[in-house]
């Protein structure tokens, strides 16, 4: 009896040390993405800022094609900025994950709206199919995936 309880003893140290390690790396990545999403924050806004005096100031100098590149360089520079906030948020490792039924279709159309601008600079089609599928799973998540595939 004696020595199963000093097993348990050297199992609750052992437990006590990993989720110190554990504590350690979380909090030391967590640092490292709260640098890298502001490292990355402040030339996404200056990118975003700067294509959009542009677009104000050379207006009527700027041809059709350069009012839509300096546009297009906005709205990616927004989007990139939302996805940063997103990889932040999902980071987290103390996050909660909330799953739930999604409804495919919705959620593709969704990304596919907020890809439209770049499918267009780019001359490209996107067709779908309906499918109707409906997934349990965390939304966000799933949006996130799509917009990477895509």
């Not at 050297?10 to 490292?39: I, M, P, T, W, Y």
């Not at 279709?105 to 490209?124: F, H, I, M, N, P």
Request: proline share 1%; net charge negative.
């Amino acid at each position: 009896m004696a020595d199963l309880e000093a097993r348990i003893r050297d199992l609750e140290a052992e437990l006590a040390n990993v989720r110190g390690d554990l504590k350690r790396a979380k909090d030391e990545f967590q640092g490292f993405v709260s640098l890298a999403s502001h490292d990355f924050r402040a030339p996404l806004r200056a990118i975003g800022t700067c294509s959009q005096i542009l677009l104000e100031d050379y207006e009527d100098v700027l041809d059709g094609d350069g009012k839509d590149s300096l546009g297009h360089i906005a709205v990616a520079a927004r989007r990139l900025e939302s996805l940063v906030d997103a990889l932040v948020g999902h980071a987290r490792i103390d996050r909660v994950w909330e799953a739930e039924a999604v409804d495919v279709d919705g959620l593709l159309q969704s990304v596919l709206s907020r890809l439209d601008d770049q499918a267009t600079a780019a001359e490209a089609q996107i067709e779908r199919a309906e499918s109707g599928a409906r997934v349990w799973c965390d939304p966000i998540q799933l949006a996130m995936a799509l917009e990477c595939a895509l």
